[in-house]
């Protein structure tokens, strides 16, 4: 894919560019290893280093952090929890208190059955989200609507919020208070990246 390309917005679960098709294993394998490589070099490190401070400022202040995401970046936000949570910890700093809204299946289920998808997450926050804690999105199109009504709740209740977005950031990059954009068309790699953004943040803290 050129680097010119147009990056648009997605629907979510839609997928812009799978990659070239007809590809053996080994040629796809190097189009999609260009293609990520093109995504680091091009990592927003001033946006990386802005949410790390924001953590540090949460962890300093006892604020909590709340992650999520649907899919793929369930699975993301759940690595990310327990990585602040429990690798990221460093003697003589106080624990990141941090969560991800992904996990309880039983409440999730509640919440989707009794109520709406749309509310997964803004109806956890209902409960818990304070002024000053940080609420972090991660999502691949930037468009779900469960990431978005809780965005909503989270400016409500005055509480930081960033967001962890593909393609171009759709509807959350212009919503949230700090963004870092993986500006692909590959689902794929816009996941890599949102993990290993996770990883980054998370041994900067570890190594302070």
């Known amino acids: 894919m050129s680097a010119a390309k ?7 679960g839609a997928f812009h560019l799978i990659g070239p098709g007809g590809l053996p294993a080994e040629d796809f ?3 999609y290893r260009t293609e990520s490589f093109r995504q680091w070099q091009s990592l927003d490190l001033k946006a990386i280093s802005s949410l790390a401070k924001t953590i540090e400022k949460a962890e300093k202040e006892n604020r909590e952090i709340f992650v999520m995401g649907n899919g793929g970046s369930a699975a993301t ?10 690798t990221a910890y460093v003697a003589g700093h106080p624990m990141i ?5 992904s996990e309880n299946i039983p409440y999730l289920t ?19 989200l304070n002024p000053g804690d940080l609420v972090i999105l991660i999502s691949g199109s930037g468009n779900s609507k469960n990431l978005i009504k809780a965005c909503r709740l989270a400016k409500k209740r005055k509480a930081q919020t960033a967001g962890i977005l593909g393609f171009d950031g759709g509807r959350l ?17 816009i996941e890599d990246m949102h993990m290993a953004i996770g990883h980054i943040l998370t041994f900067y803290l570890k190594q302070r």
Not at 97 to 101: A, E, K, N
Not at 110 to 128: M, P, T
Not at 175 to 187: A, E, G, R
Request: aromatic share 12%.
């Open 77 to 86: 936000a759940s690595h990310w929890a327990t990585d602040f949570s429990k």
């Open 110 to 128: 509640a919440i989707g059955n009794d109520l709406s998808f749309d509310d997964f997450f803004s109806r956890q926050l209902e409960n818990i």
């Open 97 to 101: 208190r941090c969560r991800c809204l």
């Open 29 to 31: 394998a190097a189009w």
């Open 6 to 12: 147009k990056i648009t917005s997605t629907r979510p």
């Open 173 to 189: 990059k212009n919503m949230v208070d700090l963004k870092i954009i993986v500006p692909s068309n590959q689902y794929g790699v």
